[in-house]
């Protein structure tokens, strides 16, 4: 339940942080997620964002203001975690404590037992691929909002000077050249 709370209190916080930007489904059409190559100037960490929606279906889209879409996941999570915690209740209800300490099951209710067994093994297969679909989901949608990103930002032009060290041959040998090194961006 803490961990429901937490996820909720933080995607409130990201929404209500958000400000108007350009949604990916405006940007979809323009831009490829196999086309990104990664800046210094993104906004996203895509590793950190695939992270998050994994670990909090929904997060990671909350995060890049994508607010539906994150709601959506992070709705369809909570439900598989009370369906979950449904069957995981039953079968709690059903164990019993034999005479040696240990838990077991009664003969008479192993068709209840394996009823809730089975359906709390679908529903965690279930949320694990939510999970995975999330953070794929995420990855996808910061990719093509930081191709935006780096379309928009001004185009500067900088300039770095350093220092190099390098060997050359010279004609008794190699002889030490020290410089400095002009590198050019724009």
Known sequence: MKRILTILVLAAVCTAASAQTI???ELKNVYSPKDYVKSDVDPYQVFWIGLESFAAPGLGQLT???TKRGWMFLGSSIVLSGISSHFASNLT????KGPDGKYT???ADKDKVLDNFFGLLG??????GLCIW???DAVKIAKVKNQYYQDNTAKQVSAKLYPSFDMVPSGTG???VTGMTFALTF
């Open 23 to 25: 949604s990916y489904k």
């Open 64 to 66: 890049m203001k994508e």
């Open 93 to 96: 209800d059903l164990a019993v």
């Open 105 to 107: 099951f009664n003969e």
């Open 123 to 128: 529903v965690s297969l279930v949320e694990t």
């Open 134 to 136: 999330s953070c794929v």
């Open 174 to 176: 190699t002889k030490a």
